[in-house]
């Protein structure tokens, strides 16, 4: 018996389970506080080698993406009703709001939205149709002229990434959010 992965590799079924032991271990271990993510404690905690671990994650990173792709599906699906919302501007609004609470939640996940290369297929693909959903979005919203002509959906994306570091080192303040929220939603109106 074979399944299929993200990589887009075809794995045999004990090596399908022994991926889904470490993703398992390593949800454990963020639930219980720990956010290292040491690959070899967790090679040591799913009773398997750490090799094992290290082939179907060979970096920190590669674990990190793994555990946050389900938050990126639900990400996509949330730009996809944004996109599709008859107010381009309320939208984006919402799916902005989506995305930072998601993040300010989820550091990992965080850390993937605002990661310039990904280890995992899954992640590049779905971070493009992320980008080319909010670029449908933006477009809408520069027609009404409710959005600078100059700001992109990469950008939007790391203006949110920006946002979230910042209510995060202030101490992830609730009335934070909603003020460096509004400043970004006003700075991509056009200019005055």
Known sequence: MTRKVERGTV????????????????????????????LNAIARL?????????RHFPSRHALVEA?????FRELVEEA?????DEDALKGLHRLLRFALARSLGDPGFAAVLGSASDAEAQISAMKGELD???????????CVGAIRRDIEADDVRRLLCGI????????????CVEVYLDI???GLRPPR
């Open 80 to 84: 996809r009703a944004a996109a599709a």
């Open 184 to 186: 970004l939603l006003e």
């Open 132 to 142: 080319r959903t909010v670029a449908e979005l933006l477009d809408r919203a520069r």
């Open 67 to 71: 555990l946050s792709a389900e938050r």
């Open 46 to 54: 799913a009773g398997v080698g750490v090799g094992t671990v290290y």
């Open 164 to 175: 979230e570091h910042a209510v995060r080192s202030g101490g992830s303040n609730p009335r």
């Open 11 to 38: 794995l045999r079924a004990d090596a399908a389970r022994n991926r889904a032991r470490v993703l398992q271990v390593a949800r454990e271990q963020l639930a219980a506080g720990d956010d290292s993510l040491q």
